[in-house]
């Protein structure tokens, strides 16, 4: 193993432990075991996508609460599939999703597969009746979105969404420090250090809807979630500016206002490789707090004259919590944020395409057409 290698190692076990860290390779090289302690009856789990993400972070928290309770995997990658059955101690690789529907025994289907097939498992599993997780973005068109919003509408409670930052320990403690009182416009700024991709990457097929979908959409989710605690406006001013009109979704600055007067920018910049993976700072403004957040590794909320300080070890943006949305009672979170932070991300992508520098929404207007539509 090359020395850097052997520095990412131990970089990423003081990040997130060594179980994490060995997963983490493991689901990247596809040879390494993965011990997986216990079993569960029934098996009621599938696991739809079965890429890095789809083995070393849903297949590892899963595994590392309910053993083997994994029962089908599926892939259109068959070496995937074939790999993630025995990493995930998983009983059958299936060839087809339609066998996942029709297994009486599977409750819960999780889909981490390439962002334009999210929207078509999603709303088959609903009709199927299964508790459905989808990984961001939930939709990379208008029209998909329209039609899990009318699936969803028919099997309220049975869909969650992959978005990880608002269940991240640091965000939930921030809500927890505001109280419910906060009624005055808010500040959000975050800047991100995101990971270099190159022109062939999958990220860059138009039918995935660009790297705003697959990144920004993230922090634009975050912050219709900051404002759902106050309540989400109606109207959103956008301006965004690229560094290489050539690459409209690297190297890029977005600011949003709301009628309400808040205000919300981002700065994905992807100039490197940063060596432990996405790197983000996140700062907070609204009524007396002030929260910083350092890339989910430490937090300092000011509140009035309190200061309250807090460390995260293993670093948590959110994925452990956003994993196990189907199975915690109580403490759900509002679906029309997704659909609203959907909106407003096949916005952003539609500024992208166009080279549009400025644009509008209305909130209220498109949901209703949105609910139209099917």
Known sequence: ??????????????????????????????????????RHDPRDIALIGCGQFGVSTIGYFLTRKYGRRIKLVHDVDEFAAQSALRMLGAREAVSSPARILEDQDIRYVYIASNHASHTDYAVAALEAGKTVYVEKPVAVTRRQLARLLAAERKRPGRLFAGYNRPHSAAV????????????????????????????????????????????????????????????????????????????PDDNFALSIATDRGDIFTLMLTARSEPFEGINETINFQQDDVICKIDDFRRMAVWKGASLFRKRFWPKDP???????????????????????STVLMLRIVDMVRGLEPLAELDLSLELKELAGAM
């Open 318 to 340: 959110g994925h452990r919590a956003a994993v196990f949305q189907p199975f915690r009672k109580n403490d759900e979170r509002d679906w029309k944020e997704v659909a609203v």
């Open 172 to 247: 939930r403690k921030l809500r927890e420090l505001s109280g419910d009182n906060l009624q005055g416009a808010l500040s959000l700024n975050c800047f991100v250090s995101g990971h270099v991709i190159g022109p062939d990457h999958w990220y860059r097929d138009p039918q995935e809807g660009t790297r705003i979908c697959g990144n920004a959409g993230h922090w634009i989710d975050l912050f219709v979630h900051v404002l759902s605690w106050r309540g989400i406006p109606d109207n959103f001013r956008i301006q965004l500016l690229q560094g290489d009109p050539r690459e």
């Open 1 to 38: 193993m090359k020395l850097a290698h052997l520095r990412k190692v131990w970089r990423y076990t003081g990040l997130y432990g060594p179980a994490r860290t060995y997963c983490k390779i493991a689901g990247r090289t596809r040879k390494l075991p993965v011990p997986i302690i216990g």
